[in-house]
């Protein structure tokens, strides 16, 4: 992980813990990946089992999904771990 990513995270952490008091605690992933069954599927994956709502949606053109989750988390690391599994999708921007 280069040194930007690693600050991105460390800030992001410090920013969960200052928003969330308690955990576990609701969050709110959104990602763009190209419109590609494989690529949501594999994002999909990665929240199977863990009670999420995922709510998908493509773009006018269809080139690109908006994907969704909504999903109760432990702490910030496991947030972040999440950020880490699926950034490994190609073409993925998480927001």
């Known amino acids: ?5 690693t600050e991105f995270y ?3 952490k410090e920013e969960l813990n200052s928003v969330n008091k308690v955990w576990p605690s609701k969050y709110l992933y959104k ?3 190209p419109t590609d069954a494989e690529k949501i599927a594999s994002v999909e994956k990665a929240f ?3 009670g999420a709502v995922i709510d998908t949606r493509q773009s ?5 999904t908006s994907i969704s989750v909504d999903v109760v988390m432990p702490s910030a690391d496991e947030i972040i771990k999440k950020y880490q599994e699926v ?3 190609e073409g993925i921007i998480s927001l």
């Open 1 to 5: 992980m280069d040194k930007k990513t």
């Open 10 to 12: 460390i800030r992001l």
């Open 31 to 33: 990602f763009i990946v």
């Open 48 to 50: 199977d089992r863990m």
């Open 60 to 64: 006018k053109e269809g080139k690109f």
């Open 87 to 89: 950034s490994t999708v």
